[in-house]
Structures are given as C-alpha cells and as structure tokens.
C-alpha cells in the first residue's frame, strides 16, 4: 500500500502537533493547518496557514493535498477552541467564535476531505468531540453544545458518506493539559475527573490510540461511532 | 483540456471539458445507455440520475471546474443556487450556464 496521506487540523500546537509529528513518525504524508505558521518542522509534514471557517481556506488546503498527493486517506478534524463561562455571561460573539471554529470548521473540513476520498473509494474522518458533552459540565454549555453538534453531524455523515467507502467517527477526549484547559481551575478540574471511571487527566498517546482504531484500515465496518475517552 | 486558469471558458468548453465527462462518468455504471445533450434532465422528474448519482455528479463536476483554476476553487452548491426558484441543476444546460456564471464571478474577484 502507498504512504497514507492525512490531512489534520489546529496543528501548531498541542495535540494537533503531537498527532502531525506521531503520524509522520510512522510514514505517513501529514498536511497540517492553524492560524499561524507553525515553529515546528517535519520531513514528511507540510503546515499551511489557514482559518478552518474560512471556506477558502479550507478549499486551498485541499487544493494543495490534490495537487502534491492526488489523494487523501484520513482527516483529523483537531482544531477546536472553548470558552468556559456562566451561560448568562456568555457573549454572542463567544458563540459565534465557538461555532465557528469547532462546528463550521470540522463541516468544511469534513466535506471537502469527503470529496476527494470518494473518487478512491476510501477514507477515514475522525472528528472531535468531548466528554465536557455527555457529563454537562456547567460553565461550558456553547463549547458542549458545539462539540454536541459535532457528534451530531458525525452521526449522519457517516451515513450519508459510507457509499462511498468513508467511515466517519468521534474521539471524546478528556481533559489533556493543553492551552485549552490552562485556564480552568485546579478544582473544577478535579471535580471533572472525578465523573470518569478512570480517574486522571488524559494523554496525548491516549487520544492517538483512539485516532488510531478508528483510521485503521480493518476498521471499515466502524462508522457513526463517539468514543469518549476516560470511561465516560 | 482547458488551460489552469481563472479566466471564464466559452459555453462549449464548459460542457464539453467539465459537464459532460463528468455525467458520462456517473452514466457509465448504469446498464442503458443514455444519449447527452444539453436538453438531459438531471435533477426532478424525468431525471437521468438517482439523488446519491446526483451527488456525485456535482462533486466531480465542481472537481473539474476547480482544476482548471488557480484559486482554491468554487462551491458548486451555494446558498445562490439553492434559493433560486429553478434549481440550476435541472439539465445539462441550466447547469452549464449557472458554471459560466460563477466562473464569470470568480474571474471578476
């Protein structure tokens, strides 16, 4: 089988970068993007500054991983940002952002990875979910509510895509020490981890274990699926 | 096979470099062989194609719109085509006039 080709997003940092750098450790061709240009490099690794709610953008990447590669077999839609904050001292402009970046970006991305999969008759799309979802943390209903939606979507592209040989599925991680979470205090974090059934934060290799199952190439008759990290 | 470029391509390059391979694509899988012309029903009753050809259909038609581009490309299915109360997507040539004008558009951008 050819080098596996995987698009990923919000790469600059955190477990963006983790997941880029794990991937092209073992083979693959990895095409990152971020807002920024990334202060990291690797031999099979290309980042390009992009917004991944910027439909233009997002269709360049793609323009880009058509050109280089001809094809794409997995897309990690990583990129995502949070807000924690009472619902009734949330701005509206904090739940345009939110969307935008977690719900519209993981669309665009989604979609346009779809379309060049389809023509192979193949690809594996993991996006991002949280467990922040399931266990209705308070302070963080629009970040919830958008990586709902993400699950959500999941649900139904995984149907409406499995024609085409794409399986589509979430990875709900749990707090992993991140720029994400650096602001939350101590406490509540505490009190989070205290919900999971295995309880301490999680890790970059957790999250990549859950990316990996679902990438692999057996996992073919896997679709629809949230796995959410921590016994959730 | 048309240059890569953003400048508009005349009516007979649309059709005969991006609508028509792509619908001969898509038509190559059914067992009846289905005569082209620009008068092809694609979308509504009498239509050539099921929704999920449909689909497919516009990804590789939009596909090929987009290669011969230098931007990142167009979206076939915008907010435009979908509130118009003819659906550009009714036949070949509804189609081909509605790609000559986004064309038109992204050239003036």
């Known amino acids: 089988m050819s080098v596996p080709v995987t698009v990923i997003t919000g790469t600059r940092k955190g477990i963006g970068q983790y997941l880029a750098r794990y991937y092209a450790d073992l083979g693959h061709s990895v095409v990152g993007c971020s807002r920024n240009e990334a202060d990291w490099t690797h031999d099979r690794y290309d980042h390009i500054v992009a917004d991944v709610a910027d439909e233009a953008d997002v269709k360049r990447v793609f323009k880009h991983v058509k050109k280089k590669y001809g094809r794409l077999d997995n897309m990690i839609n990583n990129a995502g940002i949070a807000s924690m904050n009472h619902s009734l001292l949330t701005p509206l402009s904090t739940v345009t952002s939110i969307f935008d970046t977690n719900v519209k970006g993981t669309f665009l991305f ?36 958008s990586k709902a939606a993400i699950v959500s979507f999941s649900e139904i592209a995984a149907r409406e895509y499995a024609e085409y040989g794409i399986t589509v599925n979430c990875v709900g991680p749990t707090p992993v020490m991140t720029d994400l979470i650096r602001t939350v205090p101590r406490a509540k974090m505490d009190d989070l981890i205290a919900r999971q059934a295995i309880q301490r934060m999680g890790t970059f290799e957790d999250v990549a274990n859950a990316v990996d199952f679902f990438i692999r190439k057996e996992s073919d008759f896997i679709t629809g699926q949230c796995l959410y990290l921590g016994g959730v | 096979m048309t240059t890569n470029t953003n400048k508009p391509q005349s009516m007979e390059a649309i059709l005969g470099d991006i609508v028509y391979p792509a619908l001969e694509e898509i038509l190559s899988a059914k067992e009846a062989a289905i005569e082209m012309s620009e008068t092809t029903v694609l979308f509504g009753e009498g239509a050539v194609l099921n929704s999920l050809e449909l689909v497919s259909f516009i990804v590789l038609a939009e596909e090929r719109v987009n290669d011969n581009l230098e931007s990142g490309g167009i979206t076939l299915t915008s907010e435009k085509a979908m509130s118009r109360s003819s659906t550009p997507f009714r036949t070949v040539g509804t189609l081909a006039e509605y790609i000559d004008e986004l064309l038109q558009e992204e050239a003036a951008v």
């Open chain 1, 110 to 145: 989604a979609r346009e990875a779809a379309k060049l999969m389809m023509k192979h008759r193949y690809g594996r799309i993991v996006n991002f979910s949280t467990v922040a979802y399931p266990l209705q943390l308070t302070g963080e209903s629009i970040y919830a509510a």
